[in-house]
């Protein structure tokens, strides 16, 4: 203690010079009062100078993260349907369900494990989205963009809008987020415009020939249109016609072709209520173009997001491709065509629209379950014969909304008390919800690693009722390995 308060001391009164001193006198006391009295500083320097001719290791190669998703194997052990048995039949048996049509299959094997009523067609809700988004993969290119353009009008200062199928082109300004991810702009078609066009615009037709017959199914609610859940379908308007493009439901126009020309004219300095319908001149001068997302982000967005607008266009240019008329009626019977064509039994289903938002619709569970099989059908099954449609769906899975953390299914799961607990983030599916009607269909992850299908129809009670009982059924299959 004496020896530190020393040092101290010294330190303070004569500098660094002193205080150097001091330092390495007090080190080689220690290592000297360690060492022996009589070993003195020679030893002291040999050992100092032995130290120094030590080497040291070059160190080891620095890890490298790969972060990667990793598929799931298809040899996990094999569910049985005694097993699935014992897992949903006592809540099949609790009641409350109504009317059910369902089925579980392993898609590794295609066995079916679990069955009620699986060709019963019931009413579907927004499960019938899985069949237009089906035909979609199976029938379009994945990559194919849907564009809207501008052309020279007939008559100096006026252009036409026309609608290439492209419900998601925002009004929304450059910078901000839209509703639909990467949508296009109406911003950059202004520029373009204004960069093309000989002089200023004065008038602006827009060109709705793209698609035909009426603008609302049967079975839809002209409410549910000021409602926010559906506009007249037509081959362009901004942000799937809403009057909030932030916001899922927000009242939609109208005359949702109509109200996008408006917009343009506005922007152009051209007179909005001047708009009717109209085709530009063969031959016209393109002075401006924009792009939809690739249909596979499409289809993901219809999903995920349940959105009966951007379904609904995606039935009518199934219809387009084909060569059916491209009205309700066309595009749900090109939708079903394109699935048989594919080799999926579609004899008992209805469809009188794109999105199930008719209460005139009707599919069978067994159905929804083939289409979910085969985009859930392992690798090898991507490129072999008819198997190869495996390959076309897989984006199916991409586009279902994950159990308590996306889409439609972000709200549900989350109740730790409640049976459906077990399946947040294992389950993924297509909702499906109606006055009566309510519909589950997607996969699960077993406790074994085994992915599971699973389709699950009910009509007759009241939704808020059935809903967390299909919740219930589809997070069991996550709880068991159901040997």
């Given amino acids: 203690m004496w020896a530190l308060g020393g040092l101290g001391h010294l330190l303070r009164r004569r500098g660094k ?6 330092v390495v006198a007090v080190l080689v006391g220690a290592v000297v009062a360690g060492l022996g009295v009589g070993l003195g500083v020679t030893m002291l320097t040999r050992r100092l100078a032995a130290a120094s001719a030590l080497t040291t290791a070059a160190p080891p190669a620095p890890v490298v993260p790969h972060p990667a998703l990793r598929p799931v194997s298809a040899d996990g052990p094999a569910p049985s349907p005694a097993g699935v048995d014992a897992v949903l039949d006592p809540l099949i048996a609790a009641g409350g369900l109504g009317t059910l049509s369902g089925q579980v299959v392993d898609p590794a094997t295609g066995a079916v494990l679990w ?4 060709t019963s067609a019931l009413v579907p809700g927004s499960t ?3 069949l237009t988004a089906s035909a979609a993969l199976l029938a379009l290119d994945h990559q194919q963009r849907f564009h809207t353009t501008v052309l020279a009008g007939a008559e100096p200062g006026t252009v036409v809008l026309r609608g290439g199928g492209d419900p998601t082109l925002s009004g929304v300004a450059q910078g901000a987020p839209t509703g ?3 949508a296009a702009r109406l911003d950059d078609l202004v520029s373009q415009v204004r960069e093309a066009a000989r002089g200023p615009v004065s008038r602006v037709l827009v060109d709705v020939s793209r698609y035909t017959g009426d603008a609302l199914a049967p079975g839809w609610l002209p409410a549910d249109v000021a409602g926010g859940y559906i506009a007249p379908i037509e081959p362009v308007m901004l942000d799937g016609g809403r009057a909030d493009p932030h916001e899922d439901v927000s009242p939609r126009a109208a005359k949702p072709a109509t109200a996008a020309a408006a917009e343009l004219a506005r922007r152009l300095g051209a007179d909005p ?5 109209g085709s530009a001149p063969p031959g016209a ?10 249909v596979e982000e499409l289809v993901a967005t219809a999903l995920r997001q349940s959105d009966n607008v951007l379904a609904e266009t995606l039935a ?5 491709k084909t060569g059916a008329p491209p009205s309700f009626a066309g595009a749900s019977q090109a939708v079903l065509t394109v699935l048989s064509s594919h080799g999926f039994d579609v004899s008992g289903a209805t469809l009188v629209d794109g999105s199930g938002l008719s209460t005139s619709d009707a599919i069978p569970a067994k159905l929804l379950a083939a289409l979910l099989s085969a985009a859930a059908a392992p690798d090898q099954f991507a490129t072999d014969g008819v198997n190869s449609r495996t390959a076309a769906l897989r984006p199916l899975l991409v ?9 439609t299914l972000a709200d549900r799961y989350h109740d730790p008390a409640s049976r459906s607990a077990l399946g947040r983030g294992w389950v993924r599916a297509k909702t499906g919800t109606l006055t009566g009607v309510n519909s589950l269909a997607g996969t699960v992850l077993d406790t074994d690693g085994r992915v599971l299908v699973f389709a699950l129809l009910s009509n007759g009670p009241n939704p808020a009722s059935v809903r967390p009982r299909l919740d219930a059924l589809a997070a069991q299959l996550r709880s068991c390995g159901c040997h």
Avoid: F, H, M
């Fill in 17 to 22: 010079r002193v205080a150097v001193i001091a």
């Fill in 115 to 118: 069955q009620r009523n699986p």
């Fill in 128 to 130: 019938a989205k899985l």
């Fill in 180 to 182: 639909y991810p990467d």
């Fill in 273 to 277: 209520d001047n708009v009717t319908l």
């Fill in 285 to 294: 001068a393109v002075l401006g173009d924009v792009s939809s997302p690739p």
């Fill in 316 to 320: 009518r240019e199934v219809a387009v």
């Fill in 399 to 407: 586009g279902l909304p994950v159990a308590g953390g996306s889409g």
